[in-house]
């Protein structure tokens, strides 16, 4: 399938399906080297997302803290960019980030709940084992303040 066949069905999916259970588009502008993450909101407001970039290139970066799930405590990458239209959907349960490979890179977000300040946490990006391609990246000064995933006691179950 090529892109242009991707793009299509992709915007079919999201008028269809995701609009009716998504509620809140944001997005993030981010410089190379930034890394974003490693995010996650708690329940009982936890959130399913759908991400894409649409500018730029960034290599994001999943991690699962679900209990119980085949995949738990395992991370999986892939290189996203906006010339190349590709959507990874993230259930609750999974921490998020990303590193931008090049500057002005635009990740969009769709998400299932608003956001809440009290449930909004994360663990620091470079504590749960993930080889990330780059020693001194910038990082926000919340990101940089997320306890590592060693102090995390997840609420998230595999169902």
């Known amino acids: 399938m090529d892109c242009l066949q991707n793009f299509v069905l992709n915007r079919f999916f999201v008028r269809l399906v995701l609009a009716k259970i998504f509620l809140r588009f944001f997005f993030t502008v981010s410089r190379k080297n930034v890394i974003r993450g490693m995010h996650f909101q708690i329940p009982p407001k936890s959130q399913n997302k759908v ?79 993930f080889d990330w391609p780059i020693n001194a990246p910038t990082t926000s000064e919340r990101d940089k303040q997320l306890p590592p995933f060693s102090d995390l006691v997840t609420p998230f179950i595999y169902h």
Request: with cysteine; net charge negative; aromatic share 10%.
């Open 51 to 129: 991400i894409c970039c649409i500018s730029g290139k960034v290599l994001d970066v999943l991690f699962d803290l679900r209990k119980g799930s085949p995949t738990y405590l395992k991370s999986e990458s892939i290189e996203l960019a906006g010339n190349q239209p590709k959507m990874v959907f993230i259930p609750p349960g999974i921490a998020h980030g990303f590193l931008s490979l090049e500057d002005n890179s635009i990740m969009l977000y769709k998400v299932s709940q608003g956001y809440s300040r009290e449930l909004d946490q994360g663990i620091h990006w470079n504590s749960f084992g």
